[in-house]
């Protein structure tokens, strides 16, 4: 089945501690992103990446950091957590980089930041 | 930087046709505009997008104009199962692979 997977679900933690939030996808899709999605505020772009080893910024990526040393993998980390950073995250996957291109989300990690 | 505005909620009937319309500015040139729709607690799904005139699918059907400075979904017939948030999503002109999504429109469909 196509789908893309987040791991945790549900996540607490505390400020200042280190966590990454998986992100994987079986559909061979070269585009991936991170969304952080807050009440009031919509979906916000966290980052994206456009292939393996190429990241870039979206509206929000302080705190933040990716990596996509593999085609089907796209790591959240987050260095530092704050509690601002309490929300709820997407991970999404398409074909080709635009916003054409349909995007398959996950399912979504809530973070509790302490 | 492209942005997009769209009613913060929306309500209706069932059996009603739901018109819900984004404005948007300064998007990709030649990039389309798509429409997600989210349940609670899951991410947003696929519902149609297009160029200019007029797109019809299975779920909806989608209104640009000349200008493609605004676009209107159109639900016909809705019942309570599209209860749901709506989002346009618009690439930005200066990369049209930083992705905009609206802040939402949040439908409540009524018996």
Redo the contacts between chains.
């Keep these: 089945e196509a789908q893309?997977t987040q791991n945790p679900r549900y996540l607490i933690t505390v400020t200042g501690k280190k966590l990454t939030v998986t992100c994987s996808q079986n559909m061979n899709h070269e585009?991936m992103?991170w969304?952080r999605q807050d009440p009031?505020?919509?979906?916000?772009?966290i980052y994206?990446s456009?292939n393996v080893e190429v990241t870039?910024k979206?509206?929000v990526p302080e705190g933040y950091k990716v990596s996509r040393k593999e085609k089907r993998n796209f790591p959240l980390i987050l260095e530092s957590p704050s509690p601002n950073q309490t929300s709820l995250y997407?991970c999404?996957s398409s074909e080709g980089?635009?916003?054409?291109d349909?995007?398959y989300?996950?399912?979504?990690t809530r973070l509790t930041v302490l | 930087l492209a942005k997009t505005t769209q009613p913060i909620s929306m309500d209706s009937y069932e059996g009603q046709e739901v018109n819900i319309t984004c404005s948007h500015n300064n998007i990709a040139t030649n990039d389309y505009i798509t429409w997600y729709q989210q349940f609670p607690s899951q991410g947003p799904r696929f519902i149609i997008q297009g160029y200019k005139t007029k797109v019809t699918n299975e779920v909806a059907s989608l209104f640009i104009p000349a200008d493609r400075k605004s676009s209107t979904l159109s639900l016909p017939r809705v019942s309570l199962s599209d209860t749901a948030v709506y989002y346009c999503l618009v690439g930005d002109d200066s990369s049209a692979s930083k992705i905009i999504f609206g802040s939402g429109t949040r439908l409540s469909i009524r018996p």
């Design positions: 893309v585009y992103s969304y009031g505020l919509g979906l916000r772009q994206y456009m870039d979206g509206d997407f999404a980089g635009r916003a054409t349909t995007q989300f996950g399912p979504g």
